[in-house]
């Protein structure tokens, strides 16, 4: 069994308005696995379906080859996006609620909860109350309180939100560790830039419909569109430069007279370079020539533009 | 199970912990005695205030008629003329001068006689002097009919009907009002209860809401054990407020009695007093003896079981609503339009219960209303000090009412955990009516 997590055809109406629409997906044990979306797009519905805090009208979810049920609960962790804690309740206090809530005993939650107070320098807030402490300090225990049970599955819905800069990257660090040790992290964003950090799959969910999935490196290699950069030194730069466009989509030029040099980004008719680069390479001298692989980013738009064109 | 357990702990401690929630513990005992104690003070120098009357009495109609009494001791002026009199009242602070004129006859003497004061006078002292000037009248115009004063004071009545039920049992006039205020502070106990930690619970759903930590909460455990943890936790607390205010409240009244100087011995002795006037007068007596028996006839221990199932019944329908609103709403200041129509019920509960019932404890209205679940808890207690049974509650009415309100129960506290289930995950948006309905489908 190589996938910690599926779906099947999963759908969910809110009255009129579809959440969900036969959604499929497999998540691969021991990986991050970016769900992707716009705001609005059902992800946290599908979360909370993950989570058994809803339940889908049609379909059905599988953790770790067994059907969903209430036991599972104990092995995943989840941070909602929409997170706070009590705020009259002192921090260990409420820590060993939550903790306990999720089946750990008394004594081995207050064991573990020393170790990650310890862990992220927080030993002294353990008789604090929540209203005594910043956003990002409130963060810091809400992770805590997310992993300490240990689970096998983990869901992070915008983690770093929140976070200073510096703290985001200790949760950073802590969740790449988590992963480390084996487990498998769900995370869900709108977010590109954490994705290329950390994802190693995707899935993209629009308006309610997962409209693409699969290893963020293959669903690269899928949407590069023979885009090159090319550096070349030329004398007569924005002659050259005419006669391309004429025959090539040709974007970011920039020709430096003094310099002799002409960058320019080009799309290339196929796979094949060769033909190309020898007539480019008769016109003067190759600096750089580097493909352009899309950022998530791009993908994400792309993807969500495209299909909002096809409607 | 555990779980649970957890939760109800929780909210438990968070309760009883809250500064607010021990102030009012500990508070409102201490102010309820204390205004007991003001009222009683206050009264006490009220009543010390005698009041004292001149008397010029130049007629031979009166002259011992005026007597003193608790309120009222009179100062008898003797041959001095009016004005004198007047003046001296005035100097002297007393309250008022009654004036009775020498006339040839009685009617024209009591035509002519008068209270000057300076102030307007106390009514119920004026009354008073009226009345000894009726019982003159009424002696000397008997007299003229020729009925002598031994057979005029022979004449005086006091009557009460008796009354009885068709099985012989003696009834009593008012018992019906006293033992439907028996159940009415049963009935009201209820109310209270529900209005004020109905509000705590939906508080505290409120606040979880805000906190934004439900998600993280239900994602562990099942929002409907959430529910009644809370509902569980916060009633125990509000149990334990009880007990406090009542150990409290008795504590504080017997210092505050002992301080006041009336020791319970005085009022024992008062009781004694009473008793002694009462054997002089055997008829107040025997209805004193029928007030007693009907007391003790009242079912205290079935009252009690059944205080205790409507009052868990009524008390879990209530407050799962209350439940849902607060999941419903955002913030409290929203939850008003939602708040008004679950007063409404216990308010009509208590008028009807304290019009209704107390005139007829078995009318329709009464029977109606003792029905009807989300008024049953409250008007059913207030009829059952009569029993059950033949003269009071039929069997069938309590079996309905109690049934209606287990059937209410389960329905109600479904919906509210489907309301509540969707309406904690809601944010930013003032529910409707409309859309609370459309929940239930979800």
Redesign the interface.
């Known amino acids: 069994m190589n996938n910690i997590l599926v779906t099947k055809e999963v759908t969910k109406h ?2 009129k308005h579809i959440a969900l629409n036969n959604v499929s997906l497999e998540i691969p044990r021991n990986s991050i696995y970016g769900l992707l979306g716009p705001n609005g797009a059902g992800k946290t519905t599908l979360i ?1 379906i993950i ?1 058994q ?2 339940h889908p009208d049609k379909g059905s979810v599988f953790f770790g080859g067994e059907k969903l049920k209430a036991e599972h ?1 104990a092995q ?1 962790g ?3 996006e ?8 002192k921090v260990g206090e409420q820590a060993l ?2 903790a ?3 089946g750990l005993s008394k004594s081995e939650a207050k064991k573990r909860l020393k170790f990650w107070f310890e862990r992220l320098e927080i030993g002294n807030w353990w008789d604090k109350k929540i209203q005594e402490l910043s956003k990002g300090m409130a963060q810091k225990i ?1 992770f805590i ?1 997310t992993v300490l049970h240990e689970p096998k599955l983990l869901i992070f819905d915008e983690p770093f939100s929140g976070f200073d800069p510096i703290n985001a990257n200790i949760i950073k660090e802590e969740i790449l560790k988590l992963k480390e040790k084996g487990t498998s992290i769900i995370f869900s964003t709108h977010r590109m830039e954490s994705v290329e950090e950390l994802c190693e799959y995707i899935a993209l969910i629009h308006k309610s419909e997962k409209i693409l999935d699969g290893k963020l490196s293959d669903i690269k290699k899928a949407y590069k569109n023979n885009i090159y950069k090319i550096g070349l030194q030329t004398p007569n730069g924005d002659a050259l430069l005419g006669e391309l466009s004429g025959k090539f989509k040709i974007s970011a030029s920039d020709y430096n007279t003094v310099e002799q040099q002409l960058d320019f980004t080009m799309q290339f008719p196929g796979k094949e370079t060769g033909e190309i680069l020898s007539y480019l390479a008769s016109k003067g001298n190759i600096n750089s020539f580097v493909e352009t692989i899309p950022s998530a980013n791009e993908i994400f738009i792309k993807t969500v533009q495209s299909k909002n064109n096809n409607e | 199970m555990n ?1 649970l357990f ?2 109800i702990k ?1 909210e438990y401690i ?1 309760k009883v912990r ?1 500064k607010s929630f021990v102030v009012m513990t500990f508070l409102s005992p201490i102010l309820m005695v204390g205004m007991g104690v003001l009222i009683a003070y206050l009264t006490k120098i009220n009543d010390n205030e005698k009041s004292i009357v001149a008397l010029l009495n130049e007629s031979d109609y009166f002259s011992n008629e005026f007597l003193t009494t608790e309120g009222t001791s009179f100062i008898h002026f003797n041959e001095i003329n009016l004005e004198t009199a007047k003046d001296s009242t005035l100097k002297m602070g007393y309250s008022g001068l009654l004036y009775i004129p020498k006339e040839s006859n009685l009617e024209q003497v009591v035509a002519r006689s008068f209270f000057y004061s300076e102030k307007s006078p106390n009514t119920s002292l004026i009354s008073r002097l009226e009345l000894v000037f009726q019982d003159r009248l009424r002696e000397k115009r008997l007299q003229n009919l020729g009925v002598s004063t031994k057979d005029f004071s022979a004449l005086k009545v006091n009557y009460a009907i008796n009354t009885a039920t068709f099985n012989g049992k003696q009834n009593v006039k008012g018992i019906n009002e006293i033992k439907a205020v028996i159940g009415g502070a049963f009935g009201y106990l209820i109310m209270m209860f529900i209005i004020i930690y109905g509000g705590f619970v939906m508080r505290s759903v409120i ?2 809401k ?4 439900i ?7 099942k ?1 409907f054990q959430l529910m009644l943890g809370k509902i569980l936790g916060t009633s125990l607390a509000g149990i334990t407020q009880f007990i406090i205010w009542i150990l409290l409240g008795s504590l504080l009244m017997l210092v505050a009695l002992s301080f006041l100087d009336i020791e319970l011995s005085a009022l024992q002795n008062g009781a004694e007093l009473t008793a002694s006037i009462n054997t002089a007068l055997p008829t107040v007596d025997q209805t004193m003896q029928v007030y007693a028996q009907e007391l003790l006839d009242i079912p205290w221990f079935t009252l009690l079981s059944f205080f205790i199932i409507y009052f868990l019944l009524g008390y879990l329908i209530y407050s799962s609503i209350y439940a849902a609103i607060g999941a419903a709403v955002d913030n409290e200041t929203d939850t008003q339009q939602f708040i008004f129509p679950i007063i409404l019920p216990l308010m009509l509960a208590i008028y009807v219960g304290f019009f209704s019932v107390f005139s007829n404890p078995h009318g329709p209205i009464a029977v109606g209303f003792s029905i009807f679940p989300l008024t049953s808890p409250i008007v059913m207690l207030m009829r059952l000090p009569s029993g059950i049974g033949e003269g009071g509650v039929p069997l069938w009415q309590l079996l309905t009412s109690i049934l209606l309100l287990i059937v209410t129960f389960i329905g109600i506290v479904w919906l509210a955990s489907k309301i509540y289930r969707v309406g904690i ?1 809601m ?1 930013g948006k003032k529910p409707t009516y409309k859309e609370i309905f ?1 929940w239930l ?2």
């Open positions: 809110f009255g909370r989570n805090i809803t609960i995943i989840y941070l909602p929409e997170r706070g804690l009590y705020k009259n309740m609620y939550l306990q809530l999720k809400q309180v | 779980k957890l939760i929780r968070a809250n606040e979880e805000t906190s934004r930590i998600e993280i909460i239900i994602s562990s455990v929002p995950l944010y459309k489908k979800y």
